[in-house]
């Protein structure tokens, strides 16, 4: 008898983990992943032995993105004759950008931190493996979990789709032209993030302070040119003349403090 999961009377995680603590091996298809949210079912892919036989296939639709020049892209790809080699690039870029993003929402919590180690280390040893799905709009939430029962080796949780065929609909999309393994770019996103298992050195913290609190100087030094009529000035005097002008520019004002003798 199937179930209407609403996440209200009845919630889809708790009968999603109890399935997986069953199984041997799943296949996901999600039009968005939520990097963080991996914690909640990530102990339980632990257990996976981490081959294409055993392992967490993830497909990636990402039905929507912030960038409204990515939707265009999705909306004018009407089948995989649509898409090149170039735009396949591009978009796996634009991808990786935002799931660097995603990292940056929110304050990182402990659990958080030991969620992403664990997708990290599972990616890197195959439990997991991640498929970006460019090659049209793919509109689906589909968890398909295998399990060692000759009554129902494959249990399914669906969202946008229907019951038919749902194995076979799943591995033609994950073979398909304009379907590419993002798994090595996503474990490199993780390991250079705060999630990270090795500490940050020092240097790098300071180096990436200085960055920032340079970007200013930096804008207004490449954006601005002293006049012609200016003459006689040092270097450390016209970097500071433009910089004041990006200053007036942006906010209006600026105070110019500088050492007695100069």
């Not at 393994?181 to 940050?200: F, M, Q, V």
């Amino acid at each position: 008898m199937p179930r209407i999961f609403d996440n209200i009377e009845l919630s889809l995680l708790p009968a999603l983990r109890e399935t997986i603590k069953l199984s041997y091996r799943a296949d996901f298809c999600v039009g968005y992943f939520n990097l963080r949210g991996w914690r909640s079912i990530g102990d339980l892919i632990e257990a996976y032995v981490g081959n294409r036989g055993a392992c967490c296939r993830l497909l990636v639709g990402m039905q929507s993105l912030p960038s409204d020049e990515l939707n265009a892209s999705f909306s004018l790809i009407s089948h995989h004759r649509g898409i090149d080699n170039s735009t396949i690039i591009r978009l796996k870029k634009r991808m990786a950008k935002e799931f660097r993003h995603q990292l940056t929402i929110g304050a990182p919590s402990d659990i958080d931190e030991q969620g992403l180690r664990r997708l990290s280390y599972q990616i890197k040893t195959g439990k997991v493996i991640v498929k970006l799905f460019l090659a049209y709009h793919l509109h689906a939430k589909l968890y398909l979990v295998h399990r060692h029962d000759p009554n129902s080796p494959i249990v399914g949780f669906l969202g946008s789709s229907n019951l038919t065929l749902l194995q076979k609909w799943f591995e033609n999309r994950w073979e398909e032209y304009g379907c590419i393994d993002i798994s090595k770019e996503l474990a490199e996103i993780l390991d250079r993030s705060w999630a990270r298992s090795e500490p940050i050195p020092p240097y790098h913290i300071y180096l990436n302070r200085v960055y920032h609190l340079s970007r200013e100087a930096i804008a207004g030094i490449s954006e601005f040119q002293i006049p012609r009529d200016f003459k006689g000035l040092f270097q450390f005097q016209e970097e500071a003349v433009k910089l004041a002008a990006r200053h007036i520019t942006k906010r209006g004002g600026v105070i110019i403090g500088d050492v007695v003798g100069l």
